[in-house]
């Protein structure tokens, strides 16, 4: 009687222990999913010819996918190849290639309604064509409407010389931290970029795996900044590397967002006042009442004119634009200045922003404010040339 009184006793104190443990300890939560979280669809990453068809339920995520590798002769498709979990917003992902059995992994992180970021964790054994990393867009039925409204910056990388390496390319909006991101392929001649981001005011710049930078800039000094509001497109945007001072690089860029590379420092403010600080009796050419008004004519989006200078000569042009347009400068001259400059421009704005510091043939950038802009034309050469100035502010375009 004793014996069965104590192992009564000992599974009695067992249970108190368990039930008190039990109740000492928080329950563990699983990290919630948004609710704007929506993984279902078609995704594709043009570059590098990815694509992805996801369904989500609940926090289970399962997928196939599509890879179109050396220019179609290896072709990467499997139906449920994707099987994933969700948790917050990413979905751990286990995947597997249609050229092997062996299983890697990934993550999907959910950036915005239209875009989620492919990273692989721990690539399978064997030949696959799986991207490394890459951001992938939202491709919706024209009948289904966007969730989110998006707008598309397009444009270039433009090096001091081709061949142009594969670059990483950011958009990166500072006051909401939103970004996106964008790779372009090595290319014998300026790599072309197009990047979906939410509506807001984004710095681009740009890295290269290999080494160097390149920003958007409109002063050649710092980054300029480009606001695109929904279903807004705004092209031809060039991204370049920094000019050289005797302050080192006229711009740094800042850190990527998805931690890939680090932050260059901009010049010190000192330095580029000083070099920035116009000479004692220097007039700049927007002081000068010759120049020449530029009016476009009735629906027109571009403007040009021929012209002649004499040795070391210039001439100044003056137009009125908005603030938010596009502005392309384009300059062309006999003998050829793509090689050895015979010409520059030099563009201003009425309160008083260099936009070319130095010399060039062609600029282009969005306009911070609605006041005359200033083109002046100057000859660097020992004998007469001719030249060509084109100005084009196109239609801003809608998808």
């Known amino acids: 009687m004793s014996i069965k009184k104590t192992s009564l006793q000992i599974i009695c104190l067992a249970l108190a222990i368990w039930l008190l443990a039990g109740c000492g300890s928080a329950p563990v939560e699983p990290t919630p999913i948004p609710e704007t979280m929506v993984l279902t669809g078609h995704w594709e990453d043009v570059s590098s010819a990815f694509s992805l068809d996801l369904s ?26 994707i099987e994933g979990i969700i948790r917050g ?4 992902i286990n995947f597997q290639s249609s050229f092997t059995t062996n299983i890697g992994t990934a993550t999907i992180t959910f950036i915005d309604q239209n875009t989620i970021f492919w990273k692989v964790t721990n690539p399978p054994d064997g030949e696959f064509y799986f991207p490394n990393e890459c951001t992938l867009i939202r491709k919706m039925s024209a009948s289904i409407p966007s969730p989110v409204g998006t707008g598309t910056i397009t444009g270039r990388v433009h090096l001091v010389a081709p061949p142009t390496p594969r670059m990483v390319v950011y958009a990166v ?23 979906v981001v939410l509506p807001g005011s984004y710095q681009l710049f740009a890295f290269s795996d290999i080494d160097g930078y390149a920003g958007y800039s409109l002063d050649g000094w710092t980054l300029a900044v480009v606001s695109i509001a929904a279903n807004q497109t705004i092209s031809d ?15 740094g860029v800042p850190a990527a967002p998805d931690g890939r ?13 000083t070099i920035l600080t116009p000479a ?6 927007q002081a000068n009442p010759d120049a020449i008004r530029i009016q476009f004519q009735p629906n027109a989006t571009d403007w040009y004119t021929p012209g002649d200078l004499t040795p070391n000569a210039k001439i100044s042009f003056v137009l009125y634009a908005q603030q938010g347009q596009q502005m392309i400068v384009n300059l062309t001259t006999e003998p050829d200045s793509s ?10 704005a009425a309160d008083g922003t260099i936009y070319t510091p130095n010399p060039t043939t062609n600029w282009t950038g969005v306009l911070p404010a609605s006041q005359d802009y200033y083109i002046e034309v100057r000859s660097m050469s020992q004998q ?6 084109v100005v084009n502010i196109p239609v801003t375009s809608n998808p």
């Open 237 to 251: 945007i060039v991204v370049r590397p920094p000019s050289q001072s005797e302050c080192g690089s006229t711009f």
């Open 280 to 285: 004692a009796g220097y007039t700049p050419p």
């Open 89 to 92: 917003n990413i979905a751990d």
């Open 173 to 195: 909006d500072k006051t909401t931290g939103a970004w996106a991101f964008t790779e372009t392929q090595a290319t014998d001649s300026e790599a072309t970029f197009s990047i």
């Open 339 to 348: 090689t050895i400059p015979y010409a520059s421009l030099y563009i201003t």
């Open 56 to 81: 989500q339920a609940g926090d289970k995520l399962q997928g196939s996918h599509v890879v179109v590798a050396q220019q179609g002769n290896k072709i990467d498709s499997m139906d449920k190849s």
């Open 384 to 389: 007469s040339i001719t030249y060509t100035l």
């Open 261 to 273: 590379f680090a932050a260059i420092p901009d010049p010190s403010a000192d330095c580029v006042a």
